[in-house]
């Protein structure tokens, strides 16, 4: 059997848009995901709402994506592959920091993976570096507060993940506005964002490991 870790925020989490609830297991994309890849993998759910990628947050604690990476890559190996998705919350005007850094702090993400054991036989696991689907402006003015330009640059992280993921050797996929999110906030996706999702991650996870 292999296995996949899904390591993100509050959309691998399965909060729903306007964040009232979590979605079942069956309507996540995450248990999307392991219905459509079958009993030949094992599926791991590793979200966390507000999760960044190496930033502590300081409004909200154990939010940083670094600091529990390696624990959560040891308690879980040996993994085929690691579906990463962050960045959505380095957005926030509280953080201050330009697309290109965003994608730096999801680069070292990246590479203490590729430096880990936590692969097949003590090897790297695969990485799988997924873009954040970007924010829809909803026109609340709580939520622009909050966000500020990082409605307008969520727009711009695709293509600097791409880089970040050419320059160390790794997969990459861009859903892009493929994947339907709620009304509600213009970030969490509806059960069908959920279902897009976690087809588009199928069909990725075939392509890499074409005989699973």
Known sequence: MRSVLCYGDSNTY????????????????????????????????EGLGGRTTVWDDPIEEFKNGKT???????????LDVV????GTNDLKRRFSLPVCDIAYGMENLVKTILKSDAG???????????????????????WRMMFGDGIENSFLLA???QRAARRNGIFFLNPGQTVEVGRE????????????????????????YPDG
């Open 14 to 45: 399965g909060l729903t848009p306007g964040m009232t609830g979590r979605y079942p297991r069956d309507v996540r994309w995450t248990g999307v995901l392991q219905k459509l890849l079958g009993s030949e993998w094992y599926v791991i759910e």
């Open 68 to 78: 529990y990476l390696l624990p959560c890559l040891d308690s879980h190996k040996p």
């Open 83 to 86: 579906v990463i998705m962050l």
């Open 120 to 142: 097949v036989g003590g090897a790297a696991p695969q990485v799988l570096l997924v873009a954040p689907v970007p924010i829809q402006d909803i026109g609340k003015g709580d």
């Open 159 to 161: 293509e600097e993940y």
């Open 185 to 208: 906030d213009g970030m969490h996706y509806t059960p069908q964002g959920h279902r897009r999702m976690a087809e588009i991650l199928a069909e990725k996870i075939h392509e890499i």
